[in-house]
């Protein structure tokens, strides 16, 4: 089982940026993919961006040029560097992980652990 915390959430102005972190720990050996999603009140969770073990990556529409996922395996650590962020941004960001095989943004592609969030406000 792996354990996600993440952390780096906060409040800021249209156009500003901040930088999610995971911390991963337990069987981290195990994980093929990680990954952030969303989900803001009374919508449906969406993805934003996976990265596989090799450091393959893909993005939703909505952030590509924006935000980018990345992560230091040394740290056992997984980031989300968000750029130019628009009200609609505003969310719950949760971070993932997967040990099985494939690493898309697909709803059949099931994560099994899941960090308990950090709140993004961004105001206009």
């Known amino acids: 089982q792996v354990q996600l915390v993440e952390s780096g959430g906060g409040s800021v102005q249209a156009g500003g940026s901040l930088r999610l972190s995971c911390a991963a720990s337990?069987?981290?050996?195990?994980?093929?993919?990680m990954g952030w999603f969303r989900q803001a009140p009374g919508k449906e969770r969406e993805g934003v961006a996976v990265i596989d073990r090799y450091g393959f990556s893909s993005y939703a529409e909505s952030v590509k040029g924006r935000f980018t996922i990345s992560q230091d395996n040394a740290k056992n650590t997984l980031y989300l560097q968000m750029n130019s962020l628009k009200p609609e941004d505003t969310s719950m960001y949760y971070c993932?992980?997967?040990?099985?095989?494939?690493?898309?943004?697909?709803?059949?592609?099931?994560?099994?652990?899941w960090g308990q969030g950090t709140q993004v406000t961004v105001s206009s």
């Open positions: 337990g069987y981290t050996y195990s994980v093929i993919c």
């Open positions: 993932a992980a997967r040990s099985s095989s494939g690493c898309y943004l697909n709803p059949a592609v099931v994560f099994r652990s």
